[in-house]
């Protein structure tokens, strides 16, 4: 079985660029999860999908991140204007119960 | 203060050690308990669930204190194969987000 799977694995932009995030869950997984690592501090939950809908985005940090998850399958993550506190680890998760299944994360840099 | 609080270590033990780990949660209304493995530049991974009658996996044991509100983690006989992060991970009461600790480091050295 696959495992979920994040694109790219590492992105370095400038400030004030867009950058898009891309989350490929476990196939039959309806619930979809976005959190973030920045340095030195712990993960943190940014939104929960249940298929297509947002069920919780209490963790985005403000209106610069946009996630979408069109068809109820694989999801974006979109930054723009990219600032540099929002350099870190993204992470994506996949569940079907209690038990989330992560990705291994994409490694932004904002320069 | 944190929701999830963990001592950051490092933890330095032998090989065939036995360590332990606590964590303590803030939020009295939480219902499930996990934690999580970390290896270095990796995504985190569940190690095991925790449960209120304490629960064994292998070499691995985990316990909830729901009076305390804090869970612990005991390794016995530390492989070098142990040495990673360890995440104490809660699950609000109605809600599917966790709330990750910063995490115990574990370096078991021969």
């Known amino acids: 079985e696959a495992g979920v799977t994040q694109f790219p694995s590492h992105s370095v932009i400038e400030k004030g660029q867009t950058v898009t995030l891309r989350c490929d869950p476990i196939?039959?997984?309806?619930?979809l999860y976005w959190y973030r690592r920045v340095m030195g501090k712990e993960i943190k939950f940014l939104l929960h999908?249940?298929?297509?809908?947002?069920?919780?985005e209490s963790g985005m940090p403000n209106n610069r991140f946009l996630a979408e998850r069109t068809g109820g399958t694989y999801s974006t993550l979109k930054v723009q204007p990219a600032e540099l506190e929002d350099s870190g680890v993204y992470f994506c998760?996949?569940?079907?119960?209690?038990?989330?299944?992560f990705g291994s994360g994409t490694q932004l840099s904002v320069l | 203060r944190k929701e999830v609080e963990q001592d950051p270590g490092p933890f330095n033990v032998p090989e065939g050690a036995t360590v332990a780990f606590n964590c303590t949660y803030s939020n009295s209304a939480s219902q499930s308990f996990f934690w999580y493995r970390q290896d270095c530049r990796k995504e985190p991974k569940l190690l095991m669930s925790?449960?209120?009658s304490g629960n064994e996996d292998g070499r691995f044991t985990a316990q909830l204190n729901r009076a305390s509100q804090y869970i612990s983690l005991l390794i016995r006989d530390s492989k070098l194969s142990d040495s990673a992060t360890y995440l104490c991970?809660?699950?609000?009461?109605?809600?599917?987000?966790?709330?990750f600790g910063t995490g115990t480091r574990l370096l078991v050295s021969p």
């Open positions: 998760a996949s569940s079907r119960d209690e038990k989330l299944f």
């Open positions: 999908f249940v298929k297509e809908s947002k069920q919780d």
């Open positions: 991970v809660v699950n609000s009461a109605g809600f599917q987000k966790l709330v």
């Open positions: 196939s039959g997984h309806d619930n």
């Open positions: 925790v449960y209120s």
